[in-house]
């Protein structure tokens, strides 16, 4: 792990270093462990990170016009930023992850959303620790989707049927 963080220029809170450690190592990652999205272990997570570093001096792409972020000012208002690491993603370039570069109103170790269809930045929670409780909170409007076949793999959804990041997203509205 320390040779990642070296590569990535980053120090792991120590919860997410320890989440890694659970997660282990996966062969294409643990499908569906997070609310029905693909958890990247820690290989997996520094090839998408390192993927999108490309962008990050791209200006057209991280105008904070924009972008919005809920609380307000709590995420910076980027498309991509080297802080924010990938921990679940949808398999469409969107993810959950840790900010290790909040904005001004936001705590290093928050739980965000961010990716090619994120706009709107959100802050599920403060830290890992508190994003898991979230979870737990709402496992009873998760199910167990599966595919017909031999070879499809388990996940848990949902009951709504609305995209997972979609679906955290008003749990963690203050208006719902």
């Not at 307000?72 to 969107?94: C, E, F, M, Q």
């Amino acid at each position: 792990m320390e040779e990642i963080e070296k590569k990535m220029g980053l120090r792991f809170p120590e919860e997410l270093r320890l989440w890694f450690q659970l997660i282990g190592k996966a062969e294409y990652g643990i499908n569906g462990f997070l609310a029905g999205l693909e958890v990247y272990d820690i290989d997996g997570m520094f090839e998408e990170w390192e993927s999108w570093r490309e962008f990050d001096d791209n200006a057209s792409l991280n105008d904070e016009k924009l972008f919005s972020s809920q609380p307000s000012g709590a995420v910076k208002r980027r498309y991509t930023d080297p802080g924010w690491i990938p921990l679940a993603h949808d398999y469409a370039s969107n993810y959950i992850g840790v900010d290790l570069d909040p904005g001004e109103n936001g705590v290093e170790g928050q739980i965000i959303n961010f990716g090619r269809d994120e706009d709107d930045k959100t802050v599920f929670a403060d830290s890992l620790k508190a994003f898991l409780g979230l979870l737990t909170q709402y496992q009873s409007e998760l199910v167990m989707e599966g595919g017909a076949d031999e070879d499809a793999r388990d996940f848990y959804a949902n009951k709504e049927g609305i995209h997972t990041i979609d679906w955290l997203k008003a749990k963690t509205d203050p208006g719902c």
